[in-house]
Structure formats: C-alpha cells, structure tokens
C-alpha cells in the first residue's frame, strides 16, 4: 500500500564506492524527483522526471545519475561516493500541478 | 540561488495553545505553494495547499494564510497536540515549473 517506496532505507559505505538507491511510485504520476535533506534539514531539489524524460537537473557533480526506467520508477546512482554525499536522499512524486508525496528517505552514510 | 526562507527557528509552544509558523518565498510569480509536516525519520508529508487565487484555506486545525503583497506565508495550528512536534516546511511552485522550492523549515516543539 506503500504510495512512494525507496531502498535502502540506511547506506553505509566507503569513500570512493558505487551505490544505488531504488525508488517506485503506485500512485500512477507522471513526474519524479529526487531531493537531498542535508544536516540542517533544508531539502535541495536535484533532478526530475516527466514521463520518463529529465526535466529539471540542478547543480549536481555528474557523479549522481540519475535513471528512469519507466514512468513508476526513479533510480539513483552514485558514483565515487565523498564525504559530502552523506544525507538523506527523498524521492517523490507529482501529478503535475499538484503536491509532491514523499517516500520515507534512503540516509546515506559515507565513511 | 533560490531559496524560501533563510533560517531554521525554532517555536516552542505549550499543549493547547495556537501555534503560527512563518515562511517568506522568493519568487513572486510563484502560484501554489504547500506546507509539509516532517516527523523525526520520515519523509516530509502533505499537510495543506493554496493557490494564488486565493488568501486563506482552512483544513483540519489548520490554516494557510497567503499575502502576495510581501510575499510570505503562514500556517496556523489550533489547539496545539504534542503530536504536532516536527519540522515544518513551506515550499512554492513558480508557474510553468515542474520545481518545487523549499524553505528551510520550522521546528516546532510542544510543551506538556
């Protein structure tokens, strides 16, 4: 019954690892989004989805790529993981014009 | 960069009583805008909306108030539970965008 699920929910890895966060959404919208919660909370838009087209990609190391399979489904994926990458990674999603669902946060952790 | 709201306050309120959360958004074409509730390990959930048509909506205990004049946005909590404890968060929608823009929240704490 899960409207915005992501996995894993906790990452701890390495510096310099690859690593994948998996998100899907059965609330059948057309838009996707990833966002990144820093320490200080504040929750900083990084990239969209439009029916499976990039739509909004901010100031991003091109290390974070992100993937859309089909329009239910918004992937992210890390490469070459720093310290500054540990946060808390949200997707969601939107009918557009509307608000956005939350999932409940992938924190990832880079040692 | 763009931004809504500049800081993370912090708003103590006793059990009962009102609560009023502030927010100032950037974009003055902005023509919808939401407030979030984010609870400790979880993700920021829906709590209202309201368009630029409009200057006041009112929900469950809740009210958003809108004034374009100057740009800010409030929401008022009635009769404050402790279960109202979270973080909350104003974000704004420019028209034409698929981007929502958030400001940095609000912690709001319930006194018993």
């Known amino acids: 019954d899960t409207a915005v699920s992501q996995t894993p929910k906790y990452l701890v890895t390495q510096m310099g690892n690859d690593k994948s966060i998996k998100c899907e959404q059965n609330l059948g919208h057309d838009t996707m989004y990833w966002y990144k919660q820093d320490s200080k909370k504040f929750l900083k838009i990084m990239f969209s989805?439009?029916?499976?087209?990039?739509?909004i990609n901010e100031t991003v190391p091109n290390r974070f790529s992100p993937k859309s399979p089909d329009k239910a489904h918004l992937n992210l994926h890390i490469n070459s993981l720093e310290l500054g990458d540990s946060a808390v990674y949200f997707c969601a999603s939107s009918r557009t014009g509307n608000e956005l669902f939350f999932g409940e946060g992938s924190r990832l952790t880079v040692l | 960069g763009e931004s809504v709201g500049l800081h993370l306050p912090t708003l103590s309120v006793q059990e009962g009583d009102n609560s009023i959360i502030n927010c100032a958004y950037s974009?003055?074409?902005?023509?919808?805008f939401i407030w979030y509730k984010q609870e400790s390990g979880k993700g920021p959930q829906f709590i209202i909306d309201i368009r630029s048509n409009m200057d006041k909506r009112q929900g469950q205990r809740v009210t958003v108030l809108l004034n374009k004049t100057v740009k800010h946005l409030s929401l008022q909590i009635a009769a404050t539970q402790p279960g109202d404890s979270a973080v909350y968060f104003c974000a704004e929608n420019p028209p034409g965008t698929y981007k929502y823009i958030f400001g940095t929240g609000t912690r709001l704490k319930v006194l018993a």
């Open positions: 974009n003055s074409a902005s023509d919808y």
């Open positions: 989805y439009n029916n499976k087209e990039l739509i």
